[in-house]
């Protein structure tokens, strides 16, 4: 229960965030810890990726899409930046992140941002059908819906799962590479 206000709270936020961050860590402790949902969709490579894959290995969900003016291609640097780190190698860290823009994340136009972006091979940036997405969204509670000139507006956060599948760390979108490899590296990593 404490877990679906906490991630309402960043629902409503939209972009940006909030909820209470502890001295321990950079992110919000996600207590009790959840099984993360599963799901698959399609990378920029053209391969299927899924929850369940990522077993064995540390991951961050998020929601972005290719289009997004301002805060997505942040959060995407700071994750990507994060795989880099001596933390997010020890970890195998990866990230999937989902798009909330099916009428324009093609499979050319993650590939392309993907590109741009100089993303780690461990970086997905998963696309589908909105049929394919919208489960998602729902399972992961976030809201995307169309906002002013063809922006997307979208719940902004990024969660860390253990290498069990476990949800353990809520961050907003203001979450560093420096601060997620620090995290990784208090949980033992």
């Given at each position: 229960?404490?877990?679906a206000?906490?991630?309402?709270v960043?629902v409503?936020?939209?972009?940006?965030?909030?909820?209470?961050?502890?001295s321990?860590?950079?992110?919000?402790?996600?207590?009790?810890?959840?099984?993360?949902?599963?799901?698959?969709l399609?990378?920029?490579?053209?391969?299927m990726?899924?929850?369940?894959?990522?077993r064995g290995h540390?991951?961050?969900?998020?929601?972005?899409?290719?289009r997004?003016p301002?805060?997505?291609?942040?959060?995407?640097?700071?994750?990507?930046?994060?795989?880099?780190?001596?933390?997010?190698k020890?970890?195998?860290?990866?990230?999937?992140?989902?798009s909330?823009?099916?009428?324009?994340?093609?499979?050319?136009?993650?590939?392309?941002?993907a590109?741009?972006h100089?993303?780690?091979?461990s970086?997905?940036f998963?696309?589908?059908?909105r049929?394919?997405?919208?489960?998602?969204?729902?399972?992961y509670?976030?809201?995307?819906?169309p906002g002013?000139k063809?922006?997307?507006?979208?719940?902004?956060?990024?969660?860390?799962i253990?290498?069990?599948g476990k949800?353990?760390?809520?961050?907003?979108?203001?979450?560093?590479s420096?601060?997620?490899?620090?995290?990784?590296?208090?949980?033992?990593?």
């Amino acid at each position: 229960m404490k877990r679906a206000a906490l991630l309402a709270v960043l629902v409503l936020a939209g972009c940006g965030g909030g909820g209470t961050k502890t001295s321990q860590f950079s992110g919000t402790v996600l207590t009790p810890s959840s099984q993360a949902p599963n799901f698959a969709l399609e990378d920029q490579s053209g391969h299927m990726v899924s929850v369940a894959q990522q077993r064995g290995h540390w991951f961050v969900v998020t929601f972005l899409y290719t289009r997004c003016p301002d805060v997505c291609p942040l959060i995407a640097a700071n994750l990507n930046g994060a795989i880099g780190t001596a933390a997010g190698k020890k970890a195998g860290l990866r990230v999937l992140a989902v798009s909330v823009d099916p009428a324009h994340d093609t499979l050319a136009a993650v590939r392309r941002y993907a590109v741009v972006h100089r993303l780690a091979p461990s970086f997905h940036f998963l696309i589908g059908s909105r049929a394919e997405l919208e489960p998602v969204w729902k399972a992961y509670h976030v809201a995307a819906r169309p906002g002013p000139k063809g922006t997307i507006t979208h719940s902004t956060y990024e969660m860390l799962i253990d290498p069990q599948g476990k949800e353990r760390l809520l961050y907003d979108a203001t979450i560093t590479s420096a601060e997620l490899s620090g995290d990784l590296a208090k949980l033992g990593v």
